[in-house]
């Protein structure tokens, strides 16, 4: 068994999940193809207080939407990278859906609730990059 101070030395696997991971395309993607608007992801993984290497968010115009997208993201990622979310929340409440794939972090929110809660500005460490919507 290695001491602590051994595993703290350690590099990262180079299966890191970066942005081209499959995983994270699939969930763009699938926001994309569900109409989501102002779509970025946050690479967290230089902040040492995050719990996940990215978060992604997104907006839905309304419940209807929001829930599509997160289903949708559900959907592919179960079928296209056969994972699981570890946790989704938000589902009754229908404002700020969060599917949680530990490395993963996706926020589908309401306009409202993403100007209210500014998830962007409290990670503004973070490495940021729009995902525009495909054509």
């Known amino acids: 068994m290695e001491p602590l101070s051994a595993l703290k030395d350690r590099k990262k ?34 902040i ?12 839905a ?3 209807t939407q929001l829930k599509a997208i997160a289903d949708n993201i559900e959907y592919e990622v179960k079928h296209k990278c056969g994972e699981l979310p570890y946790k989704s ?3 009754t409440a229908a404002q700020w859906l969060l599917i949680d794939y530990i490395n993963v972090v ?12 500014r998830l962007e500005e409290m990670w503004s460490d ?4 729009m995902h525009d919507v495909e054509n």
């Not at 180079?14 to 992801?41: V, W, Y």
């Not at 973070?126 to 990059?129: E, F, G, H, L, N």
């Open 89 to 91: 929340e938000g589902k």
């Open 126 to 129: 973070a490495d940021a990059k």
């Open 61 to 63: 115009n309304n419940t």
């Open 13 to 46: 696997s180079p299966t890191q999940l970066t942005r081209s991971s499959k995983i994270f395309k699939t969930i763009i993607q699938a926001i994309q193809d569900k109409k989501g608007e102002n779509i970025i992801s946050l690479d967290l993984k230089k």
């Open 106 to 117: 996706v926020h589908v929110m309401h306009p409202e609730s993403r100007t209210f809660y």
């Open 48 to 59: 040492h207080e995050a719990s996940a290497d990215f978060f992604i968010i997104c907006e």
